[in-house]
């Protein structure tokens, strides 16, 4: 059978994607339907057709799935940002077990049968209360109503929605946003038009304290200053712990620039995980759930302690979180991190708790391993927490040289996850899998692995 563009068909849903896209067949032709859930009857119209799959978007369910809820998001279907707010939480935490399960069969080639076996957190560990989470939100700019606005672009576009309140970030969120908007208004501060690289607002960033209630906001700016500037302080003091510009120029959807300056109040903030507090600037990697992370970090740590040598590497180790906690495990632990700040940010967190057995290296992961071959550095443990795209090539053969005892492998994509284990299989047994949801409402979710010799 031959399908066309805008043809309307009916589907039974058969599974989810690893985007949380509803699988159905038609004739034996596969088509993803976000919104959709397993189980499902529904009426779908074809937005895009390749020669092995077709994407629908969902027009009607004719029978519903008991696990479907309503969202609570005013503007879920159009942001697209919590891609799972049509399901009950419960089934929520069920399919993110599943998608890291099926993600090591599939890609990591791990049995089937011993998989279910290895696990220790059956279904996903989830939230209490799964909304109000996130610490961190970047909001870019634009026009709603022939007025400034900070929002979301839709998936895979540059259409602009309006959020007012996101839902997954903290209340008083909005009250700030809406000062700032208030501001711009008065005081006539553009909007950036990324289309003719135009206007002065990129962004707006808010990074809150879950410990001491502090926030930090920073404005991206196509400019190098924020005209009264002293006016938005004057609204804002109160509420905020400190007001920054960041300085981008450049015609790049990357959001921040290489230039930060504090207008006002302090350029950091400071929050705490497993009793140990962190000094967080704009540019720092820190998880953006903190209720989560305690739980993830506690389970990495308890995989990680032990050995004979008693020293420790923390791989990717950011603002160094996992390698202060480490440090109260293990006589020597070594942070690696690429990013200057962020080892700046360790350094100064380290110092201010004690952590003297703790050393950090700026250095690129890859390189940082070869030197310690070198020095015959031997560790009873190794802990990578890497970014979306997982460990390099040449980091994960330098692993299997340095030949730790252990590996603690922490994830948040399950497809790169599987990838990296599989290469790590030749030197390592896959012995622990625990899975937590850091991200309720989407699609997103992290791992701990224990590997072992």
Request: hydrophobic share 40%; net charge positive.
């Amino acid at each position: 059978m031959n399908f066309a563009k805008n043809q309307m068909i009916n589907l039974k849903i058969e599974a989810l994607s690893s985007e949380a896209y509803g699988i159905g067949r038609a004739n034996g032709f596969v088509f993803f339907v976000p919104g959709a859930i397993p189980g499902e009857e529904v009426t779908a119209r074809i937005i895009k057709l390749t020669k092995t799959y077709g994407v629908c978007k969902l027009e009607h369910i004719k029978a519903a799935s008991p696990n479907r809820a309503e969202p609570e998001c005013p503007v879920y279907k159009r942001c697209g940002g919590c891609s799972l707010s049509h399901m009950q939480y419960a089934a929520q935490l069920e399919y993110k077990t599943e998608k890291v399960l099926d993600a090591l069969r599939v890609i990591g080639k791990f049995s089937a049968d011993e998989l279910p076996r290895k696990l220790e957190t059956n279904p996903c560990v989830g939230m209490e209360f799964p909304f109000r989470y996130r610490n961190k939100v970047q909001m870019p700019a634009g026009i709603a109503g022939c007025k400034p606005s900070f929002g979301f672009y839709a998936p895979r576009s540059h259409s602009f929605i309006a959020v007012c309140d996101c839902l997954l970030c903290g209340a008083e969120n909005k009250e700030i946003l809406s000062l700032v908007l208030e501001f711009m208004e008065e005081n006539n501060i553009s909007v950036y038009y990324e289309s003719r690289n135009d206007g002065l607002v990129r962004h707006a960033m808010i990074r809150t304290s879950r410990k001491t209630g502090e926030i930090l906001l920073c404005l991206v700016l196509n400019g190098k200053k924020l005209p009264h500037h002293e006016k938005l302080i004057e609204k804002l003091k109160h509420r905020i712990s400190g007001l920054l510009i960041n300085v981008n120029t450049e015609e790049t959807n990357v959001i921040l620039g290489k230039k930060t300056l504090c207008l006002w109040g302090r350029d950091y903030i400071t929050d705490s995980i497993g009793g140990i507090d962190f000094k967080i600037s704009i540019n720092s990697f820190y998880q953006v759930n903190p209720v989560q992370t305690e739980l993830l970090y506690a389970k990495a740590l308890e995989y990680a302690s032990g050995g004979e040598n008693n020293t420790a590497l923390d791989i990717y180790c950011g603002i160094g979180t996992i390698t202060q906690l480490l440090a109260g495990k293990f006589k020597k632990v070594y942070g690696i991190e690429a990013v200057p700040e962020a080892i700046s940010d360790a350094k100064a967190s380290a110092a201010q708790n004690g952590a003297g057995n703790a050393e950090f290296v700026l250095a690129k992961a890859e390189e940082a391993i070869f030197d310690f071959i070198e020095k015959g550095i031997a560790p009873d443990c190794v802990v990578v927490d890497p970014p979306r795209k997982g460990c390099d090539e040449k980091l994960l053969s330098a692993l299997l040289k340095l030949k730790p005892e252990k590996i603690v492998y922490v994830s948040c994509s399950p497809a790169t996850l599987a990838r990296d284990l599989k290469v790590l299989a030749q030197g390592y047994e896959l012995r622990k899998i625990s899975v937590y949801d850091c991200f309720a409402q989407t699609a997103h979710v992290e791992t701990a692995v224990l590997l072992s010799r």
